[in-house]
């Protein structure tokens, strides 16, 4: 593929357009403004460099860079994907990042021709591996000619634009302070990118716990927006 097309093909799998649930998803969001811990841009901001440094980075960014590197060893690829499920606590985070990956491994699969990409579509759809989201971008990535570092720059860029989509629906937040805690936290996502670009998956280490506990107290909370 040309690095034009690559390129392309970065852009699209970054745009909310593409058709995976991003909007129907909170991260635990929901409840840290239901708890009052997030009412205005500034404590969202602090809010998302948290996820950035604690779950996105040293998680997230490993799973992608793991499945990427092994995009031609898919039964490498499918450890990674149960490594991955092994290490993210919330039932609700595993739920959803299990269909937003094979949501995205089924568009790839009816709108491109590529025979890996659709061989593990067929493991997850039989039950054979999870299909979690980050493993499926890095396996996608790697096919599409994408590198690495792009697509794990794409995917905290996609976190934190679904972020603060939720946070417009959740929070009087206008578009511009949006645009801003985006711009204000473009320099932590590439940090945090580099940061763990050594980190293999047995050092995949999450540690957010308060993201964990109100990602629990949302499965059992009465009315909610989001799915998770």
């Not at 595993?94 to 009816?110: D, F, H, I, N, P």
Request: proline share 4%; aromatic share 4%; net charge negative.
């Amino acid at each position: 593929m040309s690095g034009a097309r690559a390129k392309l093909s970065a852009y699209r799998l970054a745009d909310s357009f593409l058709p995976v649930g991003g909007n129907t998803i909170s991260y635990g969001l929901e409840q840290f403004v239901q708890s009052g811990a997030i009412a205005d841009g500034d404590d969202l901001r602090e809010v998302l460099e948290s996820y950035l440094r604690r779950q996105v980075g040293p998680c997230e960014t490993v799973a992608i860079r793991a499945a990427h590197a092994a995009a031609d060893d898919l039964e490498t690829v499918a450890d990674v994907d149960e490594a991955l499920r092994a290490t993210t606590l919330a039932a609700e985070f595993r739920e959803s990042a299990t269909k937003a990956g094979r949501r995205l491994l089924e568009v790839e699969t009816e709108t491109g021709d590529d025979p890996v990409v659709a061989a593990y579509e067929e493991r997850v759809v039989n039950g054979d591996a999870p299909g979690n989201y980050p493993v499926a971008l890095g396996l996608v990535a790697a096919r599409r000619g994408i590198d690495a570092e792009e697509a794990c720059l794409l995917h905290a860029h996609s976190f934190l634009t679904d972020m603060l989509g939720a946070a417009q629906r959740l929070l009087s937040l206008g578009h511009v302070t949006a645009q801003r805690v985006l711009d204000d936290l473009a320099p932590v996502a590439a940090d945090v990118v580099a940061a763990n670009a050594d980190r293999t998956i047995d050092r995949m280490e999450p540690f957010a716990p308060l993201v964990d506990v109100h990602a629990m107290e949302h499965e059992r909370a009465d009315r909610r927006l989001f799915l998770s």
